[in-house]
Nanobody, 116 residues
Framework: QVRLVESGGGLVQAGGSLRLSCTAS????????MGWYRQAPGKQRELVAR???????YYGDSMKGRFTISRGNSNNVITLQMSSLEPEDTAVYYC??????????WGQGTQVTVSS
């Protein structure tokens, strides 16, 4: 089992920045990657950014150049730095962890609201 605890999020004006953090605990030695997804009202959950334990990163198309995902030295903490935020970025952001056996774990979600 892997437990994910998120922090950060909140309300920001368009053009502003926010930082989200996620800490994994439990069976972290089996982690293969961690990342962030988001879900806006009435929309499907989408990938925001993902980082493997080797440091490879992947971003959703609309996040490229604005968001940066990074990880701590211990591989169980990730941070998402979001800049140039737009109202369309408003959503609940979920931390995700994937193990080497392809099991998926999710955080409880944190609200990000960008006002115009």
């Amino acid at each position: 089992q892997v437990r994910l605890v998120e922090s950060g999020g909140g309300l920001v004006q368009a053009g502003g920045s926010l930082r989200l953090s996620c800490t994994a605990s439990g069976f972290i030695s089996g982690l293969r990657a961690m990342g962030w997804y988001r879900q806006a009202p009435g929309k499907q959950r989408e990938l925001v950014a993902r980082i493997s334990t080797e440091g490879s990163t992947y971003y959703g198309d609309s996040m490229k150049g604005r968001f940066t995902i990074s990880r701590g030295n211990s591989n169980n903490v990730i941070t998402l730095q979001m800049s140039s935020l737009e109202p369309e970025d408003t959503a609940v952001y979920y931390c995700n962890a994937e193990t080497s056996r392809s099991a998926q774990y999710w955080g409880q979600g944190t609200q990000v609201t960008v006002s115009s």
